[in-house]
């Protein structure tokens, strides 16, 4: 008897062991699941923080690539224009513009204007789709230019120590700003001027050869001869100005100014 309770007794405890490791076992196994199940929330987090694009986001990036087709066409017909000669400028385009459509050669057409900087209008078109709208836009641009060395008086007789060249906004500058030296190099000039301001056309003249007074030579000129004969001069004038004067007879004739102290008088 005492043999089998002893036995018994190790099977017993035999059990108690079993069930020991049966118990740790399944506490490790629920660890290992609460881990795993932190794990793969933290991951469904992580995705649904994370942009997914869409539908709307491709048809988005999809119309900035059709803007950039169109605003380089605009700029590529700006260019394009020989008044701005290869100089850099900048394109401004309003705020509300067309929505222009994918096209795979957007044609861009600068309508006539006085001047290629400020407000220009443009005519905009595609043929697949068939699509065409206008458009204005603002552009900017620098271009040299003559001015003063320093204060003038009327009257100055232009040279090249008076002038200097310089660069400004173009869209400032009046249409007839002296671009080339030789426009106003040797003229007078028929207003005072401050030192460094834009010297235009019709700030001078033409320089007079003959003056007020002067006693000249008129040469008659007509189909098969030409006279000439003394005169004086009954105001001044500048080379292929007309010119009146009094002859010797006292009869006045009309002439144009040839050279200092020298007019032709046509006779038909």
């Known amino acids: 008897m005492g043999g089998w309770l002893c036995r018994g007794g190790w099977l017993c405890r035999s059990g108690n062991v079993y069930r020991n490791r049966v118990r740790h076992g399944l506490v490790l196994l629920s660890i290992a699941l609460s881990i795993a199940l932190s794990m793969l929330a933290a991951t469904g987090q992580a995705?649904?923080?994370?942009?997914?694009?869409?539908?709307?986001?491709?048809?988005?990036?999809?119309?900035?690539?059709?803007?950039?087709?169109?605003?380089?066409?605009?700029?590529?017909?700006?260019?394009?224009?020989?008044?701005?000669?290869?100089?850099?400028?900048?394109?401004?385009?309003?705020?509300?513009?067309?929505?222009?459509?994918?096209?795979?050669?957007?044609?861009?057409?600068?309508?006539?204007?006085?001047?290629?900087?400020?407000?220009?209008?443009?005519?905009?078109?595609?043929?697949?789709?068939?699509?065409?709208?206008?458009?204005?836009?603002?552009?900017?641009?620098?271009?040299?230019?003559?001015?003063?060395?320093?204060?003038?008086?009327?009257?100055?007789?232009?040279?090249?120590?008076?002038?200097?060249l310089t660069e400004s906004d173009w869209g400032s500058l009046s249409e007839d700003v002296v671009t080339e030296a030789d426009q106003v190099l040797g003229r007078t000039l028929n207003r005072s001027l401050g030192a460094g301001q834009a010297l235009t056309l019709n700030f001078v003249r033409q320089t007079a050869v003959i003056r007020t007074g002067e006693k000249i030579r008129v040469q008659m000129t007509g189909s098969n001869f030409t006279v000439s004969g003394d005169g004086v001069a009954m105001h001044q004038g500048a080379v292929g100005e007309s010119l009146r004067a009094k002859m010797a007879s006292g009869q006045v004739v009309t002439g144009v100014v040839l050279r200092a102290g020298l007019i032709e008088v046509r006779v038909d």
């Open 47 to 164: 995705q649904a923080q994370t942009p997914v694009a869409t539908k709307a986001d491709e048809g988005l990036m999809s119309q900035q690539a059709i803007d950039g087709a169109w605003e380089k066409a605009i700029e590529a017909a700006i260019a394009d224009q020989s008044a701005l000669e290869g100089r850099p400028f900048n394109v401004s385009l309003p705020e509300k513009r067309p929505r222009w459509p994918g096209c795979r050669a957007p044609r861009v057409q600068v309508n006539p204007s006085s001047r290629p900087v400020g407000r220009i209008s443009l005519s905009l078109r595609c043929e697949a789709p068939r699509w065409q709208a206008a458009l204005q836009v603002f552009v900017s641009a620098r271009r040299s230019h003559w001015v003063t060395t320093r204060a003038l008086a009327m009257g100055t007789i232009l040279s090249e120590a008076d002038l200097v």
